[in-house]
Structure formats: structure tokens, C-alpha cells
């Protein structure tokens, strides 16, 4: 298949239902967890132009950065630590209208506003999460938590992470 992704305009909804068949079908068959996981933050990235898009993934019990794009961003994530470990804890997905609002956010950069993160599950245990950052305050709703949570689920192979 074309690797061009055809990026798509209209309501987030629009958006969204585009790139997911297109993200299906590139990651589909392919059972390398990196190489899925970077084609999913470059796809993302592409469509929406968030401005950082990437997993973190459970590694000897700390959240450890995985394939992303976007500004370089912390390594290593303690659990209950930041939003990223606040999810993981929690097992759900949070969304963060105003980072400086949430109590022990971590800013990997000052130009991040709002934040969601989505736990990627395999065997009902978190194994990971897909963080998204932006640079506009209130970016993301329920409309993006379930888009975004149909994507992750979609994602083969996390148990080799
Ligand atoms: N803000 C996140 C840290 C990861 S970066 O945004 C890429 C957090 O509070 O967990």
C-alpha cells in the first residue's frame, strides 16, 4: 500500500474517521510494536499537527519513552508521576484542559497547554500510554479520549514492549 497518508479536514469526528482506517492499515499485519507505535505518532502528528505525539511504555516498573514526534521529552516516568503516570496508575484515560492546573504535571516543554493520555492495555494490564500535547489550551474532549482509545486498541503485538 501508498505510505502517504491523506490527511483529511473537516470536524475532528471527519478527521479522525479518516486517519483511523488509514493508521489500520499500515500498522496492520506488522508485528513490531516500535515500528507500529512510530507510524501511529507520525500519523497523528500529520493530521492534527499536535505539538508532541508519542508513547511512554512500562519498563522495569517506571513509564521509559518510546517512538514519538514532537520536542525531545523526559525519559523516564515514575508511576503516579505527571499525567503520564497519573494514567497509568489509574488505568484511564485523563484530560488535561490546563497543564499548570494538574498537580505534578511535567513539563518536557514550556509550550505544552493541554494534554491527554490514553493507556494502552494488553492482557487488562497497562503496558504503556499515548501521551498528546498541545500548544492551545482545552485541545481535547471526550470526542478525542474515544477516537484516540479505539486507536490504541487497535495496536498489535504490545506485548513485546
Ligand atoms: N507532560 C507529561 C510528561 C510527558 S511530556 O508531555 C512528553 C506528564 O505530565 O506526564
Redesign the pocket.
Known sequence: MSEDLNIATGTKAEQYAALLPQVRAVIEGEKDAVANLANIAAALKEQFGWL?V?F?MVKDGELVVGP?Q?PV??TR?RKG?????ASWQQARTLIVPD?EA?P??????SL?KS?I?VPVFHDGEVVGVL?V?SVTLNTFDEEDQRWLEELVKAIPGVNVF
Open positions: 508532541w508519542g511512554y514519538f514532537g521529552a523526559c516516568i508521576k505527571g499525567v503520564c503516570g497543564v494538574f505534578g504535571h511535567i513539563a518536557c516543554s505544552s494534554e493520555v501521551d500535547d
